[in-house]
């Protein structure tokens, strides 16, 4: 390990790589477990709920009680059988989300972000990616959708130390996906009118296989 990771792991909550990005795929499993273990495990809010369909407030606090709707964070997402989730999606307007997801190589990525914000990539970087995507606030539907296949965030950590965290394939959608939700965007909200409407019915037509907030 060089030192930058060294002095980074005693300031920070992840070590980081030679080019200052954090490490998220080392003890995933044991990290998961930790934050999911001290969560409650709340219903998801769904398309039509308004908090959803705002920017959410910036974290400012870094204390027990981030630390704590983290977990919670953690524990919904095990519950939904979801790979990424965002604040907003469990009725809560602040920019922070977690994740749980491979990359297309299979590799396990785990990590908690604040205030994120994805770094414009140059045009000769910018290799998209029409594969289908879901969201856990529109559920049982699935649409095409390209996206970059390749995603860099900057943000903070769950102690507000400065973080960046990059990603390809599978978890480059992701970190998009869920940056997305806390500007206030639903992944449907980027489709043709059509394919809105028709992931809509999609959703419509089956059931959740977990606890969803109804909107009334």
Same mark, same amino acid.
């Given at each position: 390990m060089a030192q930058q990771d060294t002095d980074q792991q005693h300031a920070g909550v992840l070590p980081v790589d030679d080019e200052g990005y954090v490490v998220d795929t080392e003890d995933c499993e044991a990290r998961e477990a930790a934050w999911?273990?001290? %969560? $409650? +495990?709340?219903?998801? $809010?769904?398309? %039509?709920?308004?908090?959803?369909?705002?920017?959410?407030?910036?974290?400012?606090?870094? %204390?027990?009680?981030?630390?704590?709707?983290?977990?919670?964070?953690?524990? +919904?997402?095990?519950?939904?059988?979801?790979v990424g989730l965002a604040a907003n999606q469990i009725g809560v307007g602040k920019k922070v989300f977690v994740y749980d997801c491979p990359d297309d190589e299979g590799v396990r990525h785990v990590g908690v972000l604040c205030n994120p914000k994805l770094v414009e990539l140059p045009a000769v970087r910018r290799r998209l990616d029409d594969s289908n995507e879901g969201c856990l606030s529109v559920p049982t539907a699935y649409a095409p959708l390209a996206r970059p296949d390749y995603a860099e965030v900057t943000g903070q950590d769950e102690r507000g130390n400065q973080v960046k965290v990059r990603g390809t394939g599978y978890f480059a959608r992701c970190l998009q996906h869920e940056t997305d939700h806390l500007y206030g965007y639903l992944y449907i909200d980027r489709l043709s009118k059509r394919e809105r409407k028709d992931a809509l019915r999609q959703m419509a037509e089956n059931e959740p296989r977990y606890p969803v907030v109804a909107n009334d």
């Open positions: 999911r273990e001290r %969560g $409650t +495990s709340r219903p998801i $809010t769904v398309v %039509g709920n308004p908090v959803l369909h705002k920017e959410c407030a910036d974290v400012t606090d870094f %204390g027990d009680e981030l630390r704590q709707l983290v977990a919670d964070m953690f524990a +919904s997402q095990r519950t939904a059988e979801g």
